[in-house]
Nanobody, 127 residues
Framework: QVQVVESGGGLVQAGGSLRLSCTAS????????MGWFRQAPGKEREGVSC????????LYADSVKGRFTISRDNAKNTLYLQLNSLKPEDTAMYYC????????????????????WGQGTQVTVSS
């Protein structure tokens, strides 16, 4: 059974930083593309970033480019998202997800490609 667990969310002032972590068990972590998504109140869930199975390729939403950094440690089965220069509009529930297909990659961050989801960690940015 695959389990995905996020942590690291919290309340931070605008301009501040947070680091989110995600651990995944029950799957061979290093084989799977991993992604971060977020959902703000009243809005649809959107893709934030993803990283290839080996960590050598990344994608970012335009809204977070230059501010967020995704990384992974395959030895620890852990995914990270460093959030810098946070803005109030970054306030959302952040979800970690694993691709449904080993070794998969795409040029577009599509929610439908991801099969295994965590429960989310809340990030709140005050102005």
């Amino acid at each position: 059974q695959v389990q995905v667990v996020e942590s690291g969310g919290g309340l931070v002032q605008a301009g501040g930083s947070l680091r989110l972590s995600c651990t995944a068990s029950g799957l061979t972590f290093y084989r799977y593309r991993m992604g971060w998504f977020r959902q703000a109140p009243g809005k649809e869930r959107e893709g934030v970033s993803c990283v290839s199975s080996g960590g050598d390729r990344t994608l970012y939403a335009d809204s977070v480019k230059g501010r967020f950094t995704i990384s992974r440690d395959n030895a620890k089965n852990t995914l990270y998202l460093q959030l810098n220069s946070l803005k109030p509009e970054d306030t959302a529930m952040y979800y970690c997800a694993a691709d449904r297909t080993p070794w998969n990659w795409g040029s577009y961050l599509s929610e439908g490609d991801f099969a295994y989801w965590g429960q989310g960690t809340q990030v709140t940015v005050s102005s």
